[in-house]
């Protein structure tokens, strides 16, 4: 049972990435994903969650408009898709997995219980 995610790169500012997470062991037909990102010398951060039965999304204020999760359940996978990127959005990125309890999904990373190993993503020129 894990998550596993993939698709960090290099990229210049403006640029676009799309990130994703692979669930396996378990389907993600009914759970929450979480995106959260650390930066160097920085606290773990949300970026994204989405309830996979339909509930709306959430994004942090700074990524809203520039980032879009999304589910494609026959891939069991959860993708992140980053546009218009800043040098900020460098962090290495982690998707978690969280039961689905007929609630939105939560942006506090305690609620998380199934972590992946995270991707790096650099927005440098």
């Known amino acids: 049972v894990q998550v596993l995610e993939s698709g960090g790169d290099l990229v210049q500012p403006g640029g676009s990435l799309r990130l994703s997470c692979v669930a396996s062991g378990f389907s993600l037909n009914v759970a929450k994903i979480g995106w959260f990102r650390r930066a160097p010398g920085k606290e773990r951060e949300a970026v994204s969650c989405i309830e996979t039965r339909n509930f709306p999304a959430r994004y942090r204020d700074s990524v809203r408009g520039r980032f879009t999760i999304s589910v494609d359940k026959p891939k069991n996978t959860v993708f992140l898709q980053m546009n218009s990127l800043k040098p900020e959005d460098t962090a290495v990125y982690h998707c978690?997995?969280?039961?689905?309890?007929?609630?939105?999904?939560?942006?506090?990373?305690?609620?998380?219980?199934?972590w992946g190993q995270g991707t790096q993503v650099t927005v440098s020129s």
């Open positions: 978690a997995y969280a039961p689905a309890d007929g609630l939105l999904c939560d942006l506090d990373p305690r609620e998380y219980d199934l």
